[in-house]
Nanobody, 113 residues
Framework: VQLVESGGGLVQPGGSLRLSCAAS????????MSWYRQTPGKARELVAT????????KYADSVKGRFTISRDNAKNTVYLQMNVLKPEDTAVYYC???????WGQGTQVTVSS
């Protein structure tokens, strides 16, 4: 049972990245999924959530209109498309499976010129 994130990296302000989170070992399509982020010394912050079938999404105010969460249940994968990135988006991003309380290992996103 695991979640494995990928897609992080260094990007300039205004750029884009797409994070992926591949799930295995459980019935992915049964559960809502979320993306969180964390910077040193701060609590983990909810960024976006998507329902099990993908029909409902919610976003933190700080990312609304810039980030899009989506999922492909056939591929057991959830995505976070991040556009118009800002330096304050710099963080380790984690995916999380609701219901089974499972975290991925995280992927670093750094927005800097």
């Amino acid at each position: 049972v695991q979640l494995v994130e990928s897609g992080g990296g260094l990007v300039q302000p205004g750029g884009s990245l797409r994070l992926s989170c591949a799930a295995s070992g459980f019935t992915f399509s049964w559960y809502g999924m979320s993306w969180y982020r964390q910077t040193p010394g701060k609590a983990r912050e909810l960024v976006a959530t998507i329902s099990s079938a993908g029909g409902s999404t919610k976003y933190a105010d700080s990312v609304k209109g810039r980030f899009t969460i989506s999922r492909d249940n056939a591929k057991n994968t959830v995505y976070l498309q991040m556009n118009v990135l800002k330096p304050e988006d710099t963080a380790v991003y984690y995916c999380y499976s609701e219901g089974i309380y499972l975290w991925g290992q995280g992927t670093q996103v750094t927005v800097s010129s």
